[in-house]
């Protein structure tokens, strides 16, 4: 009895060992699908759990192809070493990464290293009204300095700033084009973060500041036309939001809560 229990146990344990060790990165897309409410999978996973490769893209379904929502094949390389808890994971992705990027820490810390990451304008539409109506284009940036995260009582906070560069944007309810280039601050504080968004250069100037609290956002600012642009981009600013009071030109408040 005794032989056949450690026969079992031996038997279990290599299956175990075998799935962690040759753990297709195929599985990989259906977890980041749950992880993410279905919105984002992985296309294309080829390699293991350890080291292999995919594309990000938006979840499809009845069978339908995937289609990438970032430019170019993501690698990752994972060290077997987070199976006790010593977490190293190494990305790159020359077409959408500035620079490969790692991650490490343990259970519950870790570092991210400093990168940026090339995004397309067109996800600003999945955000609501009014970017959906607005339909935006251009190039996007997403940029951070290291980031320190820590997870604590199933919170995550974060210390570090991300900033979204925003150039040369258009929308299909204006024929000009580029309406302009933008910037947005996020600094990270624990669960919460301090936004300001600042006009770069463009007929339509937007600004504002706001915060992100446990996924909550709040936001003022307003949006208005440079000089000489104030009737061609009349009716895009209607189309923003209300009239801010107090101003004797057409000045629009942009308000999130």
Known sequence: ????????????????????????????????????????????????????????????????????????????????????????????????????????????????????????????????APLNTMAPSGTMRLSWTGLELVLANRQLSVEGRTTLEMTDMASRLSSIRPLGSYAMALDWHGQQAQLTLSSVKGPLLLSGRGSLNNGRLQFSGQAEAAQGYEETLANLLNLLGQRKPGFDRNVIALEFH
Do not use: C, Y
């Open 1 to 128: 009895m005794k032989r056949a229990m450690l026969w079992l146990l031996t038997v279990v344990l290599t299956v175990v060992v075998t799935l962690l060790v040759f753990f297709p990165a195929a599985w990989l897309g259906s977890i980041v699908e749950q992880r993410t409410g279905g919105r984002l999978t992985l296309g294309d996973a080829q390699g293991t759990l350890w080291r292999g490769s995919a594309f990000i893209g938006g979840a499809a379904g009845n069978n339908s192809p995937v289609t990438p929502l970032l430019p170019g094949r993501f690698s990752w390389k994972i060290s077997p070493l987070a199976l006790v808890g010593m977490v190293e994971l190494q990305l790159e992705n020359p077409e959408a990464l500035l620079q490969p990027v790692t991650f490490h820490g343990g259970w519950s810390q870790w570092q991210l290293s400093p990168s940026a990451l090339l995004l397309p304008a067109e996800g600003l539409a999945g955000l609501g």
